[in-house]
Nanobody
Framework: QVHLVESGGGLVQAGGSLRLSCAASGRTFSSYAMGWYRQAPGKERDFVAGISWSGDKTVYEDSVKGRFTISRDDAKNTVYLEMKSLKPEDTAVYYC????????????WGQGTQVTVSS
């Protein structure tokens, strides 16, 4: 079992930056791939970014490539999502997830953190 808690969301103007954090409980954090998803109002939850358990492989959804960076710090049991050049369409609840693959099929989820980008 992995318990995930996101933080760092908030209100930011278009063009601004935010860094989301996801703190994980449990001593097996380093064995999990980690990911970020987002869900806008009235829409499905969509994949944003993933990172392998070793950190050597990252994958991004096309619309965030070059703007978002996923990283992990196993010493802190934390995964990050650095978001730059934010757009109003990035507004959503962002969820952290843990699983076996950075590409999807995640097993554990956090409660989400709201990101709102104003125009």
């Amino acid at each position: 079992q992995v318990h995930l808690v996101e933080s760092g969301g908030g209100l930011v103007q278009a063009g601004g930056s935010l860094r989301l954090s996801c703190a994980a409980s449990g001593r097996t954090f380093s064995s999990y791939a980690m990911g970020w998803y987002r869900q806008a109002p009235g829409k499905e939850r969509d994949f944003v970014a993933g990172i392998s358990w070793s950190g050597d492989k990252t994958v991004y959804e096309d619309s965030v490539k070059g703007r978002f960076t996923i990283s992990r710090d196993d010493a802190k049991n934390t995964v990050y999502l650095e978001m730059k050049s934010l757009k109003p369409e990035d507004t959503a609840v962002y969820y952290c997830a843990a699983g076996l693959s950075p590409y999807g099929g995640y097993d554990f989820w956090g409660q989400g953190t709201q990101v709102t980008v104003s125009s």
